[in-house]
């Protein structure tokens, strides 16, 4: 699945970590592996795509990366940061 941030979200980088603005929401501050996370849906990656170049990048678990990447998305998605993309 193929993700876009929603339309009027706000983030910056600070110190390694995003901050992410959303309207009439709390901020949410991403640590460093879900920066990477939402720098890659930034670029225009899909899920499979993200879970690939983390795993190539990063020494780990595949299946560990797998579940955390699908994590940080969920958090993501109901924290109304981002949404399939059409």
């Avoid at 339309?7 to 970590?17: A, F, I, R, S």
């Avoid at 930034?42 to 499979?48: A, F, K, R």
């Avoid at 595949?62 to 924290?79: C, H, Q, T, W």
């Amino acid at each position: 699945m193929k993700y876009a941030i929603k339309k009027g979200v706000l983030w910056q980088e600070v110190d390694g970590e995003i901050v992410i603005v959303v309207p009439k929401e709390d901020p949410m501050y991403l640590n460093e592996s879900g920066s990477v996370v939402w720098k890659l849906i930034d670029g225009g990656l899909d899920e499979s795509k993200i879970i690939e170049k983390i795993t190539d990048d990063y020494e780990g678990d595949g299946k560990i990366i797998e579940k955390d990447v699908k994590a940080i998305i969920s958090d993501l998605i109901k924290n109304k940061c981002i949404e399939l993309k059409k």
